[in-house]
């Protein structure tokens, strides 16, 4: 069986979120979890933040075509419910303590550090927009 891999040496996940301000999202993820954008970027279209292992895309939600799937009202409540975003880190001690920093700087929300019952540790932080992201290694 065969995967297409549309040109990539692998399968990458990357998602985008639409949030209420690009440039306050770019720097909410540089500062939590080190995710940089490209050099040159125009915070009025799509914004991929990177460290090269992870890519979260970000866009204005006003900014979205009409007829696209979601809709104006769809941005009135929380983001992200029913979704936990899941960033895997080498050093989930050092990016809590990253996260613990600069999270509320950014009106971001953090969660504690914690050892789960299925062998993981991690933690838990809420972007300016709601989203949901655990960060574990």
Known sequence: MSTATCGRSRNVPTFELFVDDVEVSIRFYQAVLGLNPPPTYDPDGYV???DGAVTIGLQQHTALPPGHHFRPEDFKGPRGIGVEIVVEVNDVHAAFTRAT?????YDGRLEQLDD????RTDFRVIDPDGYYVRVTS
């Open 48 to 50: 991929p933040v990177s």
């Open 101 to 105: 920093d600069a999270v509320v700087g």
């Open 116 to 119: 789960r019952p299925w062998g």
